[in-house]
């Protein structure tokens, strides 16, 4: 463009002042470039609307920080028989992209007994107060079973003690429950036991025998509970409870009962059985009930807690990433919010975004400490909407320790 308007000159080259042809062709001219620019300049825009600058783009992972104060039980691995075996599932890897945990890897709170037989044919008496007593086949299961989806499971006594590594997420074959049991029995009551083999050569000494928990048949629809017969593409492994067990979504593990093998309807003033008396304070009820029927249902809360923090060089400077996960719950959370210490403030988590309660969520949140030093990582949910009995008492807290800033 020819700036010469500008200085004084007419853009015919002749001194004076501009004329008003002169000004409006000027005036088109640098619209024009400036039009053509804002258009240049609106298409970046609109081409990077939504994404976010990732401050550890370009950036070199040193390794992941451990986190301190908790079991150094080996993770991934079997350890100890029966009712006393147990599988942390080590957590740190998992990403929005591999969240199904593989099943060699998926949690044990228990493992198959030696007394299970599995060469005689399976199948799960009805019994109970139902007009006619009838027999449910593992064939009939296996016909009428469809992909239920992902769900995560997790025990009621995962704790700092078990690295928090009783907790999964499997891809589950099985058939709903209600729906097979409303086609089979057309008279029954609205209560009902689910058991499961539990005999074993040993005594325990971490449990007491006997796998049976007490449902209402609305419970039973509402959490979409299933009798599942595969996992992860497979038939259930030995361990996992084949050849079924039952899986209630959104419940405690101790509801999923393994190796299911009698349906039982009762009156409504049914004794808890033993595995609900054990597990009342874990399942967050109210003292230990002596009836059934007074059992809140053991559903789990919304949580969250970091699974892992990595180290970072980005740009010749230390950063930490926190990386975790938020599962549980029926409301969908808008905001998870985070603090390292108590002497510090809550603040938003950077990267999360829940789409569902089921199985769960990941998040990331990037961190440059102030001092080396000794750090507790605590998740909040300032909703009122939501219950967070875990959460809010401090129980996923995880610690970790820094020395290099």
Same mark, same amino acid.
């Given at each position: 463009?020819?700036?010469?308007?500008?200085?004084?000159?007419?853009?015919?080259?002749?001194?004076?002042?501009?004329?008003?042809?002169? /000004?409006?062709?000027? $005036?088109?001219?640098?619209?024009?470039?400036?039009?053509?620019?804002?258009?240049?300049?609106?298409?970046?825009? !609109?081409?990077?609307?939504?994404?976010?600058?990732?401050? /550890?783009?370009?950036?070199?992972?040193?390794?992941?920080?451990?986190?301190?104060?908790? &079991?150094?039980?080996?993770?991934?691995?079997?350890?100890?028989?029966?009712?006393?075996?147990?599988?942390?599932?080590?957590? &740190?890897?998992?990403?929005?992209?591999? $969240?199904?945990?593989?099943?060699?890897?998926?949690?044990?709170?228990?493992?198959? $007994?030696?007394?299970?037989?599995?060469?005689?044919? #399976?199948? *799960?008496?009805?019994?109970?107060?139902? !007009?006619?007593?009838?027999?449910?086949?593992?064939?009939?299961?296996?016909?009428?079973?469809?992909?239920?989806?992902?769900?995560?499971?997790?025990?009621?006594?995962?704790?700092?003690?078990?690295?928090?590594?009783?907790?999964?997420?499997?891809? #589950?074959?099985?058939?709903?429950?209600?729906? *097979?049991?409303?086609?089979?029995?057309?008279?029954?009551?609205?209560?009902?036991?689910?058991?499961?083999?539990?005999?074993?050569?040993?005594?325990?000494?971490?449990?007491?025998?006997?796998?049976?928990?007490?449902?209402? #048949?609305?419970?039973?629809?509402?959490?979409?509970?299933?009798?599942?017969?595969?996992?992860?593409? !497979?038939?259930?492994?030995?361990?996992?409870?084949?050849? @079924?067990?039952?899986?209630?979504?959104?419940?405690?593990?101790?509801?999923?009962?393994?190796?299911?093998?009698?349906?039982?309807?009762?009156?409504?003033?049914?004794?808890?059985?033993?595995?609900?008396?054990?597990?009342?304070?874990?399942?967050?009820?109210?003292?230990?009930?002596?009836?059934?029927?007074?059992?809140?249902?053991?559903?789990?809360?919304?949580?969250?807690?970091?699974?892992?923090?990595?180290?970072?060089?980005?740009?010749?400077? *230390?950063?930490?990433?926190? @990386?975790?996960?938020?599962?549980?719950?029926?409301?969908?959370?808008?905001?998870?919010?985070?603090?390292?210490?108590?002497?510090?403030?809550? @603040?938003?988590?950077?990267?999360?975004?829940?789409?569902?309660?089921?199985? #769960? &969520?990941?998040? $990331?949140?990037?961190?440059?400490?102030?001092? @080396?030093?000794?750090?507790?990582?605590?998740?909040?949910?300032?909703?009122?909407?939501?219950?967070?009995?875990?959460?809010?008492?401090?129980?996923?807290?995880?610690?970790?320790?820094?020395?290099?800033?």
């Amino acid at each position: 463009m020819d700036f010469q308007f500008f200085t004084g000159k007419a853009m015919n080259g002749s001194a004076g002042k501009p004329n008003r042809r002169d /000004f409006l062709r000027v $005036s088109l001219l640098s619209g024009g470039v400036l039009l053509s620019g804002f258009d240049k300049l609106s298409g970046l825009i !609109q081409a990077n609307r939504g994404k976010k600058i990732d401050p /550890f783009d370009g950036g070199q992972l040193l390794g992941l920080l451990d986190f301190i104060g908790e &079991s150094r039980a080996p993770l991934n691995a079997i350890i100890g028989l029966g009712l006393d075996a147990r599988l942390y599932a080590d957590l &740190s890897s998992f990403t929005l992209e591999k $969240s199904i945990t593989p099943t060699e890897q998926f949690y044990l709170r228990t493992k198959a $007994s030696e007394s299970l037989a599995s060469e005689k044919p #399976w199948s *799960i008496p009805i019994r109970g107060r139902v !007009q006619r007593p009838i027999d449910l086949t593992i064939e009939e299961l296996k016909r009428s079973a469809k992909p239920m989806g992902l769900h995560l499971m997790e025990c009621s006594g995962n704790a700092r003690s078990t690295r928090f590594g009783l907790i999964s997420v499997a891809d #589950w074959v099985g058939t709903p429950i209600s729906a *097979i049991l409303e086609a089979k029995v057309k008279s029954r009551s609205d209560y009902l036991i689910i058991s499961g083999f539990d005999q074993y050569p040993n005594n325990s000494v971490t449990s007491v025998p006997g796998a049976e928990w007490m449902f209402t #048949w609305e419970q039973l629809q509402a959490a979409n509970a299933f009798l599942a017969t595969e996992m992860n593409g !497979q038939a259930l492994s030995r361990d996992h409870g084949a050849p @079924v067990r039952l899986v209630v979504p959104g419940w405690y593990g101790c509801t999923c009962i393994k190796w299911a093998n009698a349906v039982t309807f009762v009156d409504e003033d049914a004794a808890a059985t033993s595995q609900m008396r054990e597990f009342a304070a874990r399942t967050h009820q109210q003292g230990v009930p002596k009836l059934a029927k007074d059992y809140r249902p053991a559903t789990i809360d919304q949580a969250a807690m970091p699974i892992r923090v990595e180290k970072w060089m980005v740009s010749g400077k *230390i950063k930490y990433r926190v @990386v975790g996960i938020l599962w549980g719950g029926s409301r969908l959370v808008k905001t998870l919010e985070m603090r390292f210490n108590p002497e510090e403030d809550y @603040v938003p988590v950077d990267e999360f975004s829940q789409t569902t309660n089921d199985p #769960w &969520s990941f998040w $990331s949140h990037a961190w440059t400490p102030k001092a @080396v030093g000794t750090y507790m990582i605590r998740l909040r949910i300032m909703d009122p909407n939501v219950e967070t009995k875990r959460l809010s008492s401090g129980y996923y807290v995880r610690s970790v320790e820094v020395k290099e800033i």
